[in-house]
């Protein structure tokens, strides 16, 4: 008989709960990764010791429409999250 056979109806419930909440925070920790990298691509073009302004600006809009994207995103998922 597994472990996890042995649990109350409470702990599996908590176990399946805990193992969303890293599996989004692993999503998220994804997410950021590529996006950083993506607006990294587009933004920098000629990498050097500082950034310029007009890199400083297309960073800042790229991440901003990033942000907007996570919320969206992260508002979907925990309806779905709701509706299991």
Known sequence: MDKIDQLTSAQR?????????????QVFQELV????E???EKCVTKPSSSLTSSEQTCLAKCMD???????V???AMVQRQQRL
């Open 33 to 36: 990764q590529k996006v950083t």
């Open 13 to 25: 419930a908590e176990l399946e709960e805990r193992v969303r909440g890293e599996m989004l925070r």
């Open 38 to 40: 993506k607006c990294f």
């Open 65 to 71: 429409r990033y942000i907007d994207s996570m919320g």
């Open 73 to 75: 995103v992260s508002r």
